[in-house]
């Protein structure tokens, strides 16, 4: 593939085909292409349905549609069981995250979640991710795992988004009624004759079916996000992927993640204040891509908080040109308080270090870019 980083989001029916419990009738073939993606360093990221089925048979219900605190505690249950059925087919750590639109909305933790997804991916760790469906109340859920799967791609910064179903992809009418149901391979833009398309789930333990899916790839393709839609019982569509081929439907993205992102930090951030650099931080990250360390850094402007946007600005013999915009790991009052020190410094001076940069590359776009 000629992707980077992907995210692939796995449903319930992959995880637990009969709804009691997990299994790993196409949990290996999944876990077999991961793998292959981690030897062509490839990133992943695992967003994985299934906790609720999992954990289904240990919570008495006593009905095909369990109550909201049934399905909590169900959750609370099956995730431990799902985890534990990833984690056997890997020769490679793997690392859970439980999270919630609120987790996503607030921009700290949002910064948090991202910051601890880095982290995770240089250490060839697999991070795997779930709604914290036995904490979020409904105003604070994202609903299903579809959309949580594009959220989780823009905040990574995703290359490519994959959904992986039980489905082939997209089909011109309904394959479970129409025998001659044609698969759609491309769609190039998703209008709502697409929407229109799409059925149900007849899956009572599952949040999402085609609508959710179609939901996903709109908002992952609006942000430079190629999508696919595959069928995840089919491990020859594995080997389909790995080869750079389409074996399901492909949404089109709208643009590159690189405008999407410079679009972002650029035009919707406003700056709530400024870091002040020497020519040596300039230099280093003009020239070479790098992130900006505390020690580059030689005052501040304005009152900020930590995961606020702020300008970067040198002050050359004529006039301060603003150089870029990023995203600040640190606050102004510690910041002021590290600047013009060395990162292996941060931790004896503040008591913690959050981050060994000041704004790291992946978080910052140049102006002359």
Known sequence: ???????????????????????????????????????????????????????????AHGSNTPSIAAKQAMAAVGQMQMMANWQRFFDFSCSQLLITHGDLKDRKRYLNIKNTVRVLLENRVLPIINENDTVATQELK????????ALVAMVVEADALLILSDVDGVFDKD?????????????????????????????????????????????????????????????????????????GTHFRAQGNTLTAKKQWLKNTLKSSGAVHVDQGAVRALQKTGASLLAIGVKGLTGDFAKGAAVDIIYFDEQAPKIIGKGISQYSSSDLARIQGQGSHNIETILGYCPSQEVIHRDDLVLSNK
């Open 142 to 149: 994202v609903g299903d795992n579809d959309n949580l799967a």
């Open 1 to 59: 593939m000629q992707f980077k980083r992907i995210v692939v989001k796995v449903g319930s029916a992959l995880v637990s085909p009969d709804g009691q419990g997990c299994s790993g009738k196409h949990v290996l073939a999944i876990a077999g292409f991961i793998s292959a993606c981690h030897q062509q360093d490839i990133e992943v990221i695992l967003v994985s349905s299934g906790s609720v089925a999992a954990g289904r048979s240990s919570i």
């Open 175 to 247: 394959p479970r009624k129409f025998s001659d149901a044609t698969l759609i391979p491309n769609i190039e833009e998703i209008t709502q004759d697409i929407y229109d398309l799409a059925g149900g789930t007849t899956n009572h333990l599952a949040t999402g079916g085609m609508a959710t899916k179609i939901q996903a790839a709109e908002k992952a393709c609006e942000q430079g996000i190629e999508t696919f839609i595959v069928n995840g019982t089919k491990p020859k569509a594995f080997e389909q992927l790995l080869q750079g081929a389409n074996p």
